[in-house]
């Protein structure tokens, strides 16, 4: 398996808003994982690792891009809340995923 190259990550602001530093790491994320099918690969970036690293206040904005985007921050959101409503019929069906984690956000009053 070839290492993923991985760049810099672009120095946080120092005032940048929550949402603009997520989207500034997913935005490194993306484009260095966008051919990668490896989900270890994907998932222990070092921008996605940052995101996790934002904690709960990320949440509404991952469940906003997994709704309007289907990225896949399942991972994220798993190790942040500490939820896996995902039931075992549903794995690697992205659509499936996608519905469980929204219902589940919305059943624990989750805004995004």
Request: glycine share 4%.
């Amino acid at each position: 398996m070839a290492a993923v190259p991985v760049k810099q990550i672009p120095a946080k602001p120092p005032t940048e808003p929550l949402e603009q530093r997520f989207r500034r790491l997913a935005a490194v994320w993306q484009d260095a994982v966008a051919y990668q099918s490896s989900t270890t690969v994907r998932n222990s970036h070092p921008a996605y690792r940052e995101i996790i690293g934002l904690g709960a206040a990320v949440v509404p904005l991952l469940l906003r891009d997994l709704e309007e985007n289907q990225t896949h921050w399942f991972c994220a959101l798993r190790e942040i809340t500490g939820a896996q409503p995902i039931p075992e019929s549903a794995a690697g069906n992205i659509p499936k995923m996608t519905e469980a984690w929204l219902h589940w956000a919305k059943d624990n009053n989750y805004q995004w």
